[in-house]
């Protein structure tokens, strides 16, 4: 395909990772929810958890915008706790209610959580035992979310890769693109992909249980999310393939992830770029816009969503920045390998967490911006350290190549406002 | 197992974060999967600390579970204990840590450290937040307060501040300052702002002030029973409030000398003209009981409100609320359900709501105005001026705020005179409401909500019943009653209308219900 990204002299692709067990400060995975039930429109999470889960929901979403949300816990009791038949049965008294309530639903989503793996209660069987009673219009599937198995994103992959194995089956070439997307975002890709001539293509997940695409031997499929290993996992299960690229941040992460898949379906050059030529140049000139506040600025990654790893290829390749600690919670090589061999070596590429030691990492390096969780912001800027909440990366639409410029400014703007800013903070 | 959408309170060992971030000092070592470290955003963000909250969690994970997690716990307990080098530690469990009984308690005191080790023992299935701050700082009191002569000068302690709590920040400062006027010194406010070392003298004071009994009630009668203690029962809200407050601690104190009234300003601005449309304002009010039980006193006293209903979230002061409720002649509503007190507040169609956070949002989809009066909080929960509800000054700010929220009055009586007037776009609404008109106002209809969202929300389903059908020439009439009331008179006329088993309702309908209904 023309133009391929050239990678650096030397990659990170073979840097040693510095691995750390300590006290992590992270989401876990039930956080998905917030954003997966807005992308599918007639399903239900209902988390099976304590107050803890519905506090961390709902403090995690910030706003309440919704009266009856898409989203509940119910929430264990003293009494649930002490004879495991009553909590199936509870459970079942729950849902009724509330699909009776909502006759909107088309998928339930029962979400384990930290105390309901430890009692080990089984919401397979519940979501089976559920899926029976409630067929053929409401579909209960389940996954975990709870802290102990899973970080943050990890909540959208456990509960696509619920998905994958009740997808029909589907022998035909067709590309599925996975990940949970922005509406818009996912038609500007749809768009850019007609465009190259690729009409067949599907979405995990689809935005209403009809939609559901098939999945088979045929199927080639793109990832649109670093965090997709598990997906990944069970999609090559069903017999489908995997389209190893970059990931589509920043222009030239998503010219390589089109032209992967450009090259998988024989899309002529000429039509390649007739299709991307005009978004590129957009995209450059938007990034362009917030390079020159980024250009020579040292960053700090915190683990928080694994997006770090192609956010940082894209910073370090695009904007001018030079990266000190790339820390992603997991590293998917699988996934990310491409994203890694671009990325110029350099950076301490860490995984997993020991929050303190981190931090003194991060004083001592003094980085220029530090992306971090929101526990962790604003006791930095005290510290006199630009910081940029990951959290936001992972709610505000910064895919393909119309986003490429506000992912830019997503980092650009914390500087500039430190820059704007005649005032020093009190003490 | 109960559902639930939203709710008011967080886990109990939320509450005794409030309570270690408040202070200084203090260490909490939480035995906890990662997850829960999400409570820190509450502080950070929230209350816009610039430290993060004296909290080492475990952070064990599944694979841990068949190891050893209390291994996990140990080490945690002593590199924080290196690492942050604390006064004293408070240790437990969240929800998860609760059910693998770890024992947090007994393997910290096992440890041999040379600080004060005090265990928390907080059901987590059963109990909430409130709950966790109140058996957290009773736990801190209890350990680390012993009897001790009292100062040579009348003082006292204010107790039951914390972190993120409802303008206890400022509440703090003005009841401080209004003791110092009153010639009473604070030996120790606490849990807010307090070290350990703090707590051990708390025996010197006289008496205590109790500001929040949610959270410091039982830390007061612990020191009642044992450092001789007695603490005030009145929480200084508004101005009828507040003198009572100062005559407790006239008594306590009898060396104390009367406030100074010069700076109290509500009672001249309850009185003068412009103040006349507040006149029987129909306010529900819903919060913790607390705030709701001193707002109501207001309400109806200073600013001369009709109580329309009242309640509270937690259940452990339903006692006193009903009794409230009963002084106001209304029905007390005692529920942790969200949509429950969306049910009641829709119901009791009032003018204001006077709530949480939780009620302002009900308030915008219902298009009736909100005053915050109480935890839980948000951002906007701590201006960055001095706002405090207690007190003289506090009884000032809850004028202003209570009155903002609504038309002003000459604003009311323009808009009233306006309303046919071909250029006044009666679809506009007041200003301070973001430009739009109240939504349930207008057609009477749902409330709007995002389009995305089906529908299949509560507030679609309260037009069940048989509702009359409106006659073209009563609608037109309806239309030219003012926006801000419009949503009342429909709802008045047809429940009028129901009561008589009409089936249409005409202009005559319409009038004779406004005189049925007239005050």
């Given at each position: 395909m023309t133009e391929m990204p050239t990678p650096p002299a030397r990659g990170c692709g073979a840097t040693p990772v510095l691995k750390e067990r300590g006290q992590r400060e992270v989401f876990c995975g039930l956080t998905g929810i917030i954003w997966l039930h807005r992308k599918m429109q007639d399903a239900f999470f209902l988390v099976v958890g304590s107050r803890t889960c519905a506090h961390l929901l709902q403090s995690a979403a910030g706003v309440m915008i919704f009266a009856e949300p898409r989203f509940a816990t119910a929430i264990?009791?003293?009494?649930?706790?002490?004879?495991?038949?009553?909590?199936?049965?509870?459970?079942?008294?729950?849902?009724?209610?509330?699909?009776?309530?909502?006759?909107?639903?088309?998928?339930?989503?029962?979400?384990?959580?930290?105390?309901?793996?430890?009692?080990?209660?089984?919401?397979?069987?519940?979501?089976?035992?559920?899926?029976?009673?409630?067929?053929?219009?409401?579909?209960?599937?389940?996954?975990?979310?709870?802290?102990?198995?899973?970080?943050?994103?990890?909540?959208?992959?456990?509960?696509?890769?619920?998905?994958?194995?009740?997808?029909?089956?589907?022998?035909?070439?067709?590309?599925?693109?996975?990940?949970?997307?922005?509406?818009?975002?996912?038609?500007?890709?749809?768009?850019?992909?007609?465009?190259?001539?690729?009409?067949?293509?599907?979405?995990?997940?689809?935005?209403?249980?009809?939609?559901?695409?098939?999945?088979?031997?045929?199927?080639?499929?793109?990832?649109?999310?670093?965090?997709?290993?598990?997906?990944?996992?069970?999609?090559?299960?069903?017999?489908?393939?995997?389209?190893?690229?970059?990931?589509?941040?920043?222009?030239?992460?998503?010219?390589?992830?089109?032209?992967?898949?450009?090259?998988?379906?024989?899309?002529?050059?000429?039509?390649?770029?007739?299709?991307?030529?005009?978004?590129?140049?957009?995209?450059?000139?938007?990034?362009?816009?917030?390079?020159?506040?980024?250009?020579?600025?040292?960053?700090?990654?915190?683990?928080?969503?694994?997006?770090?790893?192609?956010?940082?290829?894209?910073?370090?390749?695009?904007?001018?920045?030079?990266?000190?600690?790339?820390?992603?919670?997991?590293?998917?090589?699988?996934?990310?390998?491409?994203?890694?061999?671009?990325?110029?070596?350099?950076?301490?590429?860490?995984?997993?967490?020991?929050?303190?030691?981190?931090?003194?990492?991060?004083?001592?390096?003094?980085?220029?911006?530090?992306?971090?969780?929101?526990?962790?912001?604003?006791?930095?800027?005290?510290?006199?350290?630009?910081?940029?909440?990951?959290?936001?990366?992972?709610?505000?639409?910064?895919?393909?190549?119309?986003?490429?410029?506000d992912l830019a400014e997503l980092f650009a703007r914390p500087l500039r406002r430190r820059a704007r800013l005649r005032v020093e903070a009190a003490e | 197992?109960?559902?639930?959408?939203?709710?008011?309170?967080?886990?109990?060992?939320?509450?005794?974060?409030?309570?270690?971030?408040?202070?200084?000092?203090l260490h909490y070592v939480l035995h906890a999967p990662q997850g829960d470290t999400y409570a820190d955003l509450l502080f950070t963000m929230i209350e816009r600390r610039d430290r993060r909250p004296p909290v080492t969690y475990t952070t064990f994970q599944a694979q841990d579970l068949s190891s050893d997690t209390a291994d996990l716990f140990r080490t945690a307990c002593e590199d924080a204990v290196a690492r942050f080098e604390p006064q004293a530690i408070i240790v437990g469990a969240s929800c998860t840590a609760e059910l693998i009984q770890d024992d947090p308690g007994g393997m910290a005191a096992a440890l041999g450290l040379d600080i004060p080790v005090i265990a928390l023992e907080l059901p987590s299935y059963q109990r909430k937040e409130n709950f966790g701050a109140d058996e957290t700082f009773y736990q801190v009191v209890r350990h680390l307060a012993r009897p001790m002569e009292r100062t040579a000068r009348p003082t006292c302690n204010i107790l039951g501040a914390t972190a993120l709590g409802f303008r206890h920040r400022d509440d703090v400062a003005e009841i401080t300052s209004l003791l110092a006027d009153m010639g009473v010194e604070v030996n120790v406010a606490a849990p807010k702002d307090a070290t350990p070392e703090d707590i051990r003298v708390m025996g010197r004071a006289h008496f205590n002030v109790l500001l929040y009994p949610e959270t410091g009630e039982a830390a007061a009668r612990w020191c009642e029973k044992e450092l001789g203690q007695p603490y005030t029962s009145t929480v200084p809200i508004g101005v009828g409030a507040t003198r009572d407050f100062v005559a407790e601690v006239r008594a306590l104190a009898p060396g104390a000398t009367a406030p100074s009234e010069a700076a109290l300003r509500l009672p001249w601005y309850s009185a003068s003209v412009d103040s006349t449309y507040l006149t029987g304002k129909r306010v529900f009010l819903f919060g913790d009981a607390t705030h709701v039980i001193a707002m109501a006193r207001v309400a109806r006293d200073e600013m001369g409100f009709e109580v329309a209903g009242m309640g509270c979230y937690n259940r452990e002061f339903a006692r006193p609320l009903r009794k409230a409720a009963k002084e106001h002649g209304v029905e007390a509503l005692v529920t942790d359900d969200y949509l429950e007190v969306e049910r009641a507040i829709e119901a009791a169609a009032p003018e204001m709501i006077m709530g949480t956070q939780m009620e302002r949002h009900i308030g915008k989809r219902l298009g009736i105005p909100c005053a915050v009066i109480s935890a839980p909080v948000h951002v906007q929960d701590y201006p960055a001026r001095y706002s405090p509800i207690m007190g003289f000054e506090g009884a000032n700010v809850l004028f202003d705020t209570l009155v903002h929220p609504l038309v002003m009055g000459l604003e009311e009586h323009l808009l009233h005179m306006f309303r046919d007037d071909f250029e006044f776009s009666d679809a506009a609404g007041p200003s301070h409401h973001g430009g739009r008109a109240p939504a349930a106002a207008g057609a009477g209809g749902a409330a709007p909500r995002p389009q995305a969202d089906p529908p299949g929300g509560i507030s679609e389903r309260v037009t069940d019943g048989d509702v009359a059908v409106w006659l073209e020439a009563a609608e037109r009439e309806l239309k030219k009653v003012p926006f801000f009331v419009r949503g009342k008179a429909k709802r008045n006329t047809e429940a009028y209308a129901a009561e008589r088993g009409l089936s249409q309702i005409s202009v005559d309908t319409l009038y004779e219900a406004k005189a049925h209904y007239a005050r």
């Open positions: 264990l009791e003293e009494s649930d706790l002490a004879g495991m038949a009553d909590a199936q049965d509870e459970l079942d008294r729950e849902v009724a209610r509330l699909l009776e309530r909502r006759p909107d639903i088309r998928q339930l989503f029962l979400v384990g959580s930290c105390p309901s793996e430890v009692i080990k209660l089984d919401l397979a069987k519940a979501a089976e035992r559920l899926t029976q009673a409630h067929a053929p219009h409401v579909r209960v599937l389940n996954y975990s979310g709870s802290g102990i198995e899973t970080t943050f994103t990890e909540g959208e992959d456990a509960c696509l890769a619920s998905m994958v194995p009740i997808l029909p089956e589907a022998q035909a070439k067709e590309l599925l693109l996975v990940g949970a997307l922005p509406d818009v975002v996912e038609d500007q890709a749809l768009a850019l992909l007609h465009a190259m001539g690729i009409e067949r293509v599907r979405c995990l997940p689809a935005r209403r249980a009809d939609d559901a695409p098939g999945v088979g031997e045929g199927t080639v499929y793109a990832l649109t999310q670093p965090f997709l290993g598990e997906t990944h996992a069970a999609l090559t299960r069903r017999g489908a393939r995997h389209i190893p690229a970059p990931l589509p941040f920043g222009e030239e992460g998503t010219t390589a992830w089109l032209a992967a898949i450009a090259t998988e379906f024989g899309v002529d050059p000429e039509r390649f770029e007739a299709a991307t030529a005009a978004p590129r140049a957009r995209a450059r000139k938007a990034v362009a816009a917030a390079t020159a506040t980024l250009s020579g600025k040292r960053i700090f990654f915190f683990p928080d969503s694994q997006l770090e790893i192609p956010l940082a290829r894209f910073l370090t390749r695009e904007c001018g920045m030079e990266a000190v600690e790339v820390a992603t919670p997991f590293l998917h090589r699988d996934i990310v390998g491409p994203d890694l061999d671009l990325l110029p070596e350099g950076p301490v590429i860490a995984e997993g967490q020991d929050v303190d030691l981190q931090l003194d990492r991060a004083r001592a390096a003094r980085p220029d911006l530090t992306v971090c969780g929101l526990g962790l912001a604003n006791p930095l800027e005290a510290e006199g350290l630009a910081t940029k909440w990951a959290v936001e990366l992972v709610f505000t639409p910064v895919h393909f190549y119309e986003q490429a410029g | 197992m109960k559902l639930s959408v939203w709710t008011y309170e967080g886990p109990p060992h939320v509450g005794a974060m409030r309570v270690a971030t408040g202070m200084r000092g």
